[in-house]
């Protein structure tokens, strides 16, 4: 499959987000990725269900909802009512994490599973065949603009091996620190889902930085 580009919202201007909401409308963005933090998980707080009301407002394209919050099982339908289409929990923050899965997608959502950095993949083996989306942090969560972890190629690889073997359509989402320096190499690694914040926003020319990471191949020979 070709892969997919979500734009983080958190690095927007959110003095005008409606007017970069707009911008993805009509930009090659496949997914708008909204990181939801509850200062709990993470030592950060974002934004939650009036910012996501307001972004389902103007929004033509799927909502990539990454809850960073404690306990989601209490928020899966409401993050549904308020517009996601696809719902990422973390590893690190569910109990029970098959029930949590199996919740997203009854409420009609994808199934995304978020693994921090110091996380292994193999923790996944035993449910790997029940999710739809596989999120690799290469930073660790709570702040945008990050340095990127150079072990997340390895953890890609790794994963995308499991994939093969029990879930040959799984998604694998990397966040944090992508840019035009590391999109090739993250495609050629196994991911083909990408999630951009100052890579976009922060260009001259956001519609055009997403032109550029859209179109990379994994069959594009490197030096």
């Known amino acids: ?21 707009l911008m993805l409308n009509n930009s090659e963005a496949d ?14 707080i974002s934004f939650g269900f009036p910012v996501m009301a307001a972004v389902k407002n103007y929004a033509l394209k799927p909502l990539d909802v990454h809850l960073m919050i404690v306990d989601p099982d209490r928020y899966l339908e409401a993050f549904k009512t308020a ?15 098959d029930r949590t899965v199996h919740k997203i997608k009854e409420l009609g959502c994808k199934a995304g599973v978020a693994l921090n950095p110091h996380t292994p993949v193999s923790l996944l083996e035993n449910v790997i065949e029940e999710i739809d989306m596989v999120l690799i942090m290469s930073v660790n969560p709570g ?20 994939a093969n073997e029990k879930n040959p359509s799984l998604l694998i989402e990397v966040d944090g620190g992508v840019s035009s320096h590391n999109s090739l190499a993250l495609l050629k690694a ?12 922060g260009a001259d020319d956001p519609v055009h930085a997403i032109s550029e990471m859209k179109k990379l191949s994994p069959d594009i020979f490197q030096v």
């Open 143 to 162: 702040f945008g603009g990050q340095k990127f972890i150079q072990n997340t190629y390895n953890k890609i690889q790794e994963l995308r091996a499991m």
């Open 190 to 201: 196994g991911a083909n889902v990408l999630v951009a914040g100052n890579a976009i926003f």
């Open 83 to 97: 517009g996601a289409n696809v719902i990422t929990v973390h590893y690190e923050a569910c109990t029970h994490l």
């Open 31 to 44: 997914w708008i990725h909204v990181d939801v933090m509850d200062g709990l998980f993470v030592p950060n």
């Open 1 to 21: 499959m070709n892969h997919l580009i979500a734009p983080s919202i958190l690095s927007a201007d959110f003095a005008n987000l409606k007017e970069d909401i």
